[in-house]
């Protein structure tokens, strides 16, 4: 009893100590992120960070060989990853495989998953690498509006397949047996304590 109240108090001491170093090692890392002053800083990624040692300005950008043509296009033509580059990049590079594809499908076949499944994953796919590339955050307000019109445009007559309750005998069936067999099980355990036939 006395060393379970010792590991208690002990481990109550060292909460504090863990919730301490935990905070210093928050304090002491080595890039700080800063944010935008304006209202759209939710929409927009971090793409300033400072260092701590040298306080200089760098500019972020993925890692991977896709993401350094990426970055130089929005920092060429936006001055950096924003979501209007980030929409630019979508429609160029992910949405046009996706359209090509599905118009090659007959109209009958979009409503079959196994016949759009890999479609619509490589769309997924490639508007999280782009993302990932430009250190937006996936998935963001563009990539919902993105699937909302795909599946406006593709998906809007595939009929969707309404779940019903089963018929009231079955569940009262599946409701009852168990309700039947607990009171069965609970006599049957009695019966063999009191006999003390507990072996078998």
Not at 21 to 38: A, D, E, K, S, Y
Not at 57 to 68: D, H, Q, V
Request: hydrophobic share 40%; glycine share 6%.
């Amino acid at each position: 009893m006395n060393t379970a109240l010792s590991d208690k108090m002990t481990l109550t001491r060292f909460s504090p100590v863990l919730s301490g170093c935990f905070i210093i090692l928050l304090m002491c890392g080595h890039r700080t992120v800063l944010c935008l002053p304006n209202d759209d800083a939710g929409l927009q990624p971090n793409v300033t960070a400072t260092t701590a040692a040298t306080g200089e300005a760098i500019a972020t950008c993925g890692s991977g060989p896709k993401c350094e043509p990426l970055c130089s296009f929005c920092g060429e033509f936006f001055s950096g990853p924003t979501m209007e580059c980030l929409s630019i990049l979508f429609h160029h590079m992910c949405m046009p495989k996706f359209n090509n594809a599905m118009d090659l499908l007959n109209t009958t076949d979009w409503c079959v998953w196994g016949n759009v499944n890999s479609l619509y994953s490589n769309l997924s796919i490639c508007t999280e690498e782009t993302s990932d590339c430009l250190q937006i955050p996936w998935p963001n307000p563009l990539v919902e509006e993105i699937f909302v019109d795909i599946h406006s445009t593709y998906f809007k007559e595939c009929p969707t397949e309404e779940f019903s309750d089963p018929p009231p005998a079955t569940v009262f069936a599946l409701v009852i047996t168990p309700i039947c067999l607990i009171p069965i099980m609970v006599s049957l355990v009695v019966l063999k304590t009191k006999n003390g036939d507990g072996s078998s």
